[in-house]
């Protein structure tokens, strides 16, 4: 099995410690990294030269948008895809398809999307989206299948529960359909994965779990007699020794504040998110050392302490950070979406110390 590897790009900006990283415009200010066009250039320029494959986007109120910000990118790379997040209920389907077009041919077919459902529902309301979280899987399967009829035929209509679409057709055809990335651990976020997706995309929680959830999705996409591909959100600490990395797991945490961790893990308990729940009980909301949060040999829980959406780490040295990567390749894993803090410093790390590994066989 082939393996692939991309990079989080921090259009939010970028942080030099978890402690750092409350989302805020305050603690932006002060972050490590702003999300300047010419820091996420040297960025992404990094990434494509250490041959990892893409660079994902967020999506939110809280970051730059992710279409005119890898659009801008794409001009300054020449290999890299752009694997760009959004929102399927803040955008047309017509206009969605007509965006990819235009971006496949000026950037030499070098997009994927990452289709996410929506955030929480005080975020959907910034957007005036204020539908209920069902409603909303069912809004993106009708707008997944407005988009794929409209990019294989000349024009595609379609009458639904939230789009009535006629004849569909884009000025220059899509000649190379971008791989559809979907993730969430629902039935409703499986379900529409199984009937639409390419990659079904899901946060690095302990193997066992992950091989539960790549079985539901297996599962559902036979009933629709399809097949497909797996990826994993992971944050990395990688060093060349263990205790190096542990150090750096140290220095992390250091400055976090208690009370904010405890409030933070309960608001995540409470996440209107599957997966965001998921990620909160894989600690207990009380500030430890770093080395208590470790769930599993080498997967370190300490991102998720104050920081939304993926919360594990492959810790250790780059030997015993490709041993996590291949621990979850034997799964079915294909993909990895990688990421650290700050990222300019540990995708060295990953790109010089832990893919010459894997390129040499370990994942084989």
């Known amino acids: 099995m082939t393996v692939k590897f991309h990079w989080y790009l921090p259009t939010h900006g970028d942080t030099t410690t978890i402690a750092d990283n409350r989302g805020d415009a305050a603690s932006r200010a002060h972050s490590h990294l702003q999300p300047t066009l010419e820091n996420l250039t040297a960025l992404v320029r990094t990434a494509e030269d250490l041959g990892f494959e893409a660079a994902l986007t967020p999506t939110g109120s809280h970051c730059e948008d992710s279409w005119l910000a890898t659009a801008a990118l794409a ?20 206009l969605a398809v007509q965006q990819v077009s235009t971006y496949q041919r000026f950037t030499g077919n070098r997009l994927a999307l990452n289709i996410v459902t929506g955030g929480d529902d005080a975020e959907m309301r910034r957007y005036g989206d204020a539908i209920d979280k069902s409603a909303r899987y069912r809004r993106t399967a009708e707008f997944l299948t407005v988009v794929r ?31 559809v990335y979907f993730g969430g651990s629902s039935p409703e976020a499986i379900e529409v994965a199984a009937e639409h997706a390419d990659v079904y995309l899901t946060w690095g929680e302990p193997p066992d779990q992950v091989a539960e959830k790549i079985d539901r999705v297996r599962v559902a996409a036979a009933r ?42 309960d608001r995540y308990l409470s996440s209107g998110s599957e997966g965001q729940r998921r990620m909160a ?11 208590s949060l470790e769930v599993h040999p080498g997967l370190w829980a300490g ?44 995708i060295r790390h990953v790109g010089h110390g832990v893919l010459p590994l894997v390129r040499a066989g370990l994942l084989v």
Request: net charge negative; hydrophobic share 40%.
């Open 75 to 94: 001009q300054h790379t020449q290999r890299l895809t752009f694997l760009v997040a959004f929102r399927p209920g803040v955008l047309s389907p017509t």
């Open 149 to 179: 009829g409209a990019w294989s035929n000349p024009e595609f209509t379609f009458h639904g529960e939230f789009y009535d679409v006629e004849n569909a057709r884009t000025a220059y055809p899509v000649q190379t359909v971008p791989t």
């Open 224 to 265: 629709h007699g399809r097949e497909m591909r797996f990826g994993l959100r992971l944050h990395t600490v990688a060093r060349p020794t263990g205790e190096q990395a542990w150090q750096r797991a140290d220095e992390l945490i250091a400055g976090l504040d208690p009370d904010a961790v405890r409030r933070a893990h």
């Open 281 to 291: 009980a894989l600690t207990t909301g009380q500030l430890t050392d770093a080395r």
């Open 303 to 346: 991102p998720s302490l104050l920081r939304d959406g993926a919360g594990t780490a492959a810790i250790g040295s780059y030997e015993q950070v490709a041993a996590v990567f291949a621990e979850y390749a034997g799964l079915g894993i294909s993909e990895f979406v990688l990421s650290g803090y700050p990222q300019a410093d540990e």
